[in-house]
């Protein structure tokens, strides 16, 4: 189906099932511990060997030798696998490390080796029996310091300009010009990143737990050079991505290595403390900023440099993105700029790009807000536009950010807020509040599922599209009920196998509305054979409580299947919408913090984010999606950071006691609200995303509240009380 | 983790007698802290004796007045005795700042006290440590050094030790009671139990190879105001910054430890003295020759700060 | 973060920055392959305990974990693996009635104990009062942390009920209370990346208040 002109009345628009707040449908299978993950799956091969993986224990250089025999010695080994013995490997062009280093060093834990025994224990033992002779060569891993070698874009990356931005900032009577850090950050997701494999002759199949069922197939096959179609990948429930699990990664690589090597099935899972150095992270940023704004508050000049480094031929965190279309004015310059980095590759966390760019883009509209004595939220009001400021004939598809921020206002008591910092106080407590913005685009992506309806009216739906916690089992089948007007309970979904028809996948928060989209193309597709098979006519054919009606006819849906059934498939395409209009999601976050007086501990006490976000699909794991969201803005405002040694070229604090995140005690009871919409320009289920604009701006909010109850400006993140300290009170 | 042998021991004195047989034998109780260096051969032991049948599981009255804790009292039932949450506050309260409730049902009394550093390079087997590693240098310094001891520390060492508890154990004046591989017991003040890194990181308590800890015993109670006040970036299950451990009576004057600063539960007696003059100047003492690196020196104005607030919540 | 300055490098840090060739094992030990091999000979011991009522005998390396030994040998796969060294909550389960760690303990530490996990706690055709309450609350989102969640959080209301106090007890002599500090606070080995607190904490709230 190809969505080329806005979204009309459709079957979606019942809101009989869709819309509504459902709980999953998995959620059985998930609070029972019964839900199969990825290195458990006992049942699907016998005989499964333990493979160990061994990283690096440098950042950069070669393997000089590398002595393997006590590791195969050692009982229970079955193979040691290595770049030596593992035959030839390409790289595929989404990984910008290789995934088993060796003889060359990329970076810091690195995989160089896979031992598998018969049992965990004896092959974790045997991993540690390698001894590597490394010759360590020089490494760049200081961004401040490689910063200062990058001065301009890179040729992939050009900026964006429009106007004057110089001229404009120079003129400006009201000037910002202020710089930001974020530090580098880790996905830190629950489930390692886990895969059983086993080949039967040249056939692979691979459990996994993977947001991409395609880019890992497609990859898997590249690194092994063997064709796509030998290739099966197999991951119906991901314990988390966060974007560390878009990838094809070395648990998948080695156990197909190993399984080879051993003609076992292998399972291998990255210990927890490889994690963060030889997967993918959120890189550390650099961001100036400047603002030029006359008196009354309106923005005549907006520029935004973002620093950021990466392994060669890797990307740029694109820090900048939102600023080219969040705010007007006349005269703007946004763009990255690249350093090489030898440390672990950079790559997609959680609203790449938006998250660490509103991080700082949020605080220093909220000090332009300031130094214009203007309150923070009509700041933002005032300088709104409903189209792209780039291409000014471009709209915004749709564009609530001002209706967020009041309403925003109005729920959580802003008026009550002294604009003075650190006039509030509660006990030991300094208290103030903050405000954010939040922005995120919606992409389009193709998308496609098979719908099947058998002949006791059961609608089975297929694709393969992933479940990573967002909920996709169930806004599926709300998908494919609605459409077929079933129930619930008559809708099977099956996802996270590369057998299934090609999805949008988990990523980019485009996959609710990519994925649903190809199930209604799918289901548009059986309702009409529906309806041939009856006899209707599919055009005035109402599907619904299990009966298909047209004019004065009706039969029972399961009817039209007989014994053999009926199936569609067909996905979602796009035309220029998104080129004609620009589409985006946005809110608005308000946070209340406490800043003890004494030690500066920072605890968030009240959190609010108001949503506009197209159709919510279901509320409740929606709501889910906006708070688990917040959480993760919560750790990266006050403790998210991998401590990078400069010496060495690694991440030090590579495990979750070294690398904190939020827990129990740092959330309060958060409170969100969506805003009633609907954007037929996105696709027929007239829906965008969410998972990732909740995310979007919260640690900026946080940023300022500490402002606001503190007097204290930290500009660099997380802020932590050793850089709020010599700002506080004297104690007693 | 390397393979090792398992015996369950059933008295105290077998333990002991197990552990002269075993070169390089460890106890195990809550296991909480080995198995976690096990896994990453940090701690790489050919024999386990598990302790846990020892029947050290109980808190008595002293004839003095005071408690003898069992080297197996979990974290959570010393938190949760009534005569320690009655008379000995610091240490229910520094129980319950520690680890999560799952850690503390299994951690044990003695098991905390020997608890290892979390230094991260102590951690990761591929950097260099003087205390995992003796003479192979010290990552922490000029590395990543937020967490770190500012006194006490040495060119060899700045890793802290970890507990909560033994900041309490340490103001509250227990006494640690063990028994050698000989038979021999002997009591061991929580001052002496502790060492600092000095050239020896690697060395971190005054026990002998095989000896093994039956119990802790606090004094009598000494009244006052108990607190434990933690300074950590998470609300919870994080270790400590900077934490104060305070006894604080009616007259102002009082005992004070400091958790999160040094390779010990650090306390000065002479710094108690000060008390009454207030936070500033009592840190002053605990803290005179203090050798912060840049990324910890803000352990110092916590320190103080910190004692500042305790000191005044403890007035009422 | 903070850059070492030059005075750092009069201490004894090592100077990890220059281009020297170095050996450095992935562990702490050299020796010769053999010996070393020699020394990895797996040593086995059996233990006898009860997982989810049913009596269960294994013969194990010494080395095994609770956790492995349920989820490896016994196919109890409910207690999750997510860091294996207790800094997650995701493998909590019940020993006599108690919520520990499975992974940083071993199996042969466990002669005749009696371990509870999620799958024991209820399964999907008959869910345990908390397994509905996080149901209804979506107090789950990837579903990993969410059986050790579940089985920490019935230890925690037996807990509370017990008396045991917190960090969160404002008081040490009177009993705790199920409050939403008292919640957060004790949950707090349990960590969630998808961020489900707000939820988990109502739903463990409608049961307390349910039991009360």
């Known amino acids: 189906m190809k969505f080329d002109t806005p979204a009309t009345t459709n079957p979606i628009d019942r809101l009989k099932v869709v819309g509504r707040p459902t709980s999953r449908i998995d959620g059985p299978l998930k609070t029972t511990g019964t839900a199969p993950y990825a290195y458990e799956r006992h049942d699907v091969v016998a005989n499964q060997a333990y493979g160990y993986a061994v990283g690096s224990t440098i950042a950069k250089g070669r393997i000089a030798s590398m002595d393997v025999k006590a590791a195969e010695a050692a009982p229970g080994v079955l193979a040691v696998v290595t770049a030596g013995n593992a035959g030839p490997l390409a790289k595929a062009d989404r990984n910008i490390a290789t995934l088993l280093g060796g003889p060359q060093i990329e970076h810091y834990h690195q995989a160089i080796a896979l031992v598998v025994a018969e049992s965990f224990e004896q092959a974790r033992a045997a991993a540690a029996l390698i001894r590597v002779d490394y010759t360590r060569a020089d490494g760049a891993f200081d961004l401040e310091r490689a910063r200062e070698g990058v001065t301009g874009p890179s040729k992939d990356d050009p900026d964006s300009t429009l106007g004057d931005f110089a001229g404009a900032f120079a003129a400006a009577p009201i000037q910002l010009d202020a710089t930001y850090r974020t530090p580098d950050q880790s996905h830190a997701m629950m489930e390692p990143h886990a895969t059983i494999a086993a080949w039967r002759g040249d056939q692979l199949t691979v459990w996994t737990s993977n947001q991409m069922i395609d880019w890992a197939t497609t990859d898997l096959a590249k690194t092994l050079g063997i064709p796509k179609e030998k290739v099966h990948v197999v991951s119906p429930f991901v314990g988390g991505g966060f974007g560390g699990k878009l990838f094809l990664r070395a648990d998948t690589l080695l156990a197909a290595l190993g399984a080879r090597a051993t003609g076992r099935p292998v399972k291998v899972a990255l210990p927890r403390p490889l994690i963060m150095n030889n997967t993918t992270h959120r890189p550390a940023t650099i961001q100036r900023i400047r603002i030029g704004a006359t008196p009354d508050g309106r923005i005549t000049a907006i520029g935004h440099e973002s620093w950021s480094g990466n392994l060669p031929d890797g990307k740029p965190e694109n820090a900048v993105d939102q600023t080219r279309l969040l705010y007007a004015a006349p005269n703007r310059l946004t763009g990255t700029r690249l350093a090489v980095l030898d440390l672990p590759e950079g790559n997609a966390m959680r609203a790449p790009g938006e998250a660490p760019g509103l991080m700082a883009l949020e605080i220093a509209m909220d000090e332009m807000a300031e130094k214009l004595g203007l309150d923070p939220v009509e700041f933002r009001i005032r300088n709104d536009t409903q189209v792209d400021p780039e291409k000014p004939d471009r709209p915004f598809s749709q564009r609530q950010l001002v209706e967020c921020l009041r309403l925003g206002a109005e729920r959580f008591g802003w008026s009550r807020r002294s604009a003075q910092p650190a006039r509030n106080r509660d006990g030991r407590w300094l208290v103030g509040t903050g405000v954010a913005a939040a922005f995120r685009n919606n992409l389009l992506t193709p998308s496609a599922a098979r719908v099947r309806l058998d002949k006791h009216g059961m609608v089975a739906v297929e694709t393969d599209m992933t479940d990573i916690g967002t909920g996709s089992y169930t806004i599926l089948a709300q998908t494919a009920a609605e459409m077929m007007g079933v129930g619930l309970d008559k809708v099977v979904v099956r996802l996270g196998d590369s057998k299934f028809p090609v999805s949008a996948g988990s990523g980019g928060q485009w996959g609710a509305n990519n994925s649903t989209a190809g199930v209604y193309a799918a289901c548009v597709k059986l309702r009409e054979a529906v309806a041939q098979k009856l006899g209707f006519n599919s055009a005035d054919a109402v599907f619904s409580d299990g009966v298909v009606r047209s004019g004065n006819r009706s039969a029972p849906l399961a009817q039209a299947a007989g014994d053999p059934g009926l199936a569609a498939e067909d996905a979602i395409e796009y035309g220029d919408l998104g080129k004609r209009y620009q589409q985006s999601t946005f809110g608005a976050h308000f946070v209340e913090v406490g800043v003890d007086a004494a030690t500066a501990e920072i605890r968030v006490r009240r959190m609010l984010a108001v949503c506009a976000a197209g159709r919510i699909l279901n509320p409740l794991s929606a709501r889910s999606q906006v708070i688990g969201a917040m959480t993760m803005g919560v750790g990266a405002a006050l403790m998210e950071e991998l401590a990078v040694d400069t010496r060495a070229g690694f991440f030090v604090n590579h495990d979750l006691a070294g690398y904190e995140v939020p827990v129990h005690a740092d959330i309060p009871h958060q409170e969100v609200i969506f805003l009633d919409e609907t954007d037929p320009i996105s696709s027929p289920m007239k829906a965008k995303g969410v998972g990732e604009l909740g995310l979007c701006g919260v640690g900026a909010a946080i940023a300022n509240a500490i402002h606001n109850a503190t007097g204290a400006r930290v500009r660099d993140y997380p802020i932590t009380l050793d850089k709020l300290l010599d700002r506080m009170p004297e104690v007693g | 983790m390397r393979p090792f042998t398992y015996e369950r021991a059933r008295s105290p004195a077998e333990a002991a007698a197990a552990a002269a047989r075993s070169q390089g034998a460890k106890f195990i109780a809550g296991g909480t802290n080995l198995l976690d260096l096990m896994k990453l051969e940090i701690e790489a032991p050919p024999h386990l004796i598990d302790v846990n049948g020892l029947a050290l599981d109980t808190i008595e009255a002293t004839p003095d007045g005071g408690l003898r804790i069992g080297a197996l009292v979990r974290n959570t039932d010393l938190a949760a005795d009534g005569r320690v949450r009655r008379d000995y506050g610091l240490l229910s309260r520094a129980l319950l700042a520690g680890a999560s409730g799952q850690l503390r049902n299994k951690a044990t009394t003695a098991g905390n006290l020997l608890q290892r550093t979390r230094c991260p390079y102590f951690y990761d087997t591929a950097q260099p440590c003087n205390k995992r590693q003796p003479g192979s240098g010290c990552g922490a310094i000029g590395g990543f050094s937020r967490q770190h001891a500012v006194v006490g520390g040495s060119e060899a060492c700045i890793a802290t030790h970890p507990s909560d508890m033994a900041v309490a154990m340490r103001a509250l004046d227990a006494t640690v009671e063990t028994v050698k591989p000989d038979g021999a017991t002997r009591s061991i003040p929580i001052a002496d139990f502790h060492r600092l890194p000095g050239d020896t990181p690697h060395i971190e308590t005054a026990l002998a190879p095989g000896e093994l800890i039956v119990a802790v015993t606090l004094p009598k109670p000494v009244g006052g105001v108990q607190l434990y006040r933690k300074v950590r970036d998470r609300a919870s299950y994080a270790f400590a910054l900077v934490s104060v451990g305070a006894i604080v009576q009616p007259d102002g004057s009082g005992r004070v430890a400091l958790g999160g600063v040094a390779h010990k539960p650090w306390r000065i007696e002479a710094a108690e003295a000060e008390m009454p003059r207030g936070a500033k100047a009592v840190a002053a003492q605990l803290l005179a020759g203090a050798n912060p690196t840049p990324a910890n020196a803000f352990k110092l104005p916590l320190v103080e700060r910190t004692l500042g607030a305790v000191l005044a919540e403890a007035k009422g | ?212």
């Open chain 3, 1 to 212: 973060m903070q850059n070492p300055g030059d005075l750092e490098l009069t201490r004894r840090g090592v100077l990890m920055g220059s281009a020297a060739a170095v050996a450095l094992t992935t562990g702490p030990f050299t020796e010769p392959a053999h010996a070393a091999a020699k020394r990895q000979e797996p040593i086995l011991s059996t233990v006898s305990f009860t997982v989810n009522g049913k009596p269960r005998r294994l013969e194990l390396d010494t080395r095994t974990t609770l956790l492995d030994a349920l989820r490896d040998h016994l196919h109890v796969t409910g207690p999750k693996k997510g860091c294996d060294h207790g800094q997650c909550g995701a493998c909590t389960v019940l020993v006599a009635g108690r919520r520990i760690n499975a992974c940083l303990t071993l199996a042969v530490m466990h002669e005749g104990d009696s371990v509870t996990t999620i799958e024991g706690l209820g399964l999907p055709d008959g869910l345990h009062p908390m397994q509905a309450a996080f149901v209804k609350h979506d107090g789950y989102q990837c579903g990993y942390c969410t059986p050790g969640q579940i089985c920490s959080a019935v230890a925690v209301l037996d807990e509370i009920k017990a008396g045991i106090p917190s960090h969160a007890s404002t008081d040490l002599t009177t009993p705790p209370q199920a409050t939403a500090a008292e919640l957060r606070e004790r949950m707090s080995g349990n960590i969630c990346r998808c961020g489900a607190y707000s939820n988990i904490v109502d739903a463990i709230t409608e049961v307390a208040g349910r039991q009360a």
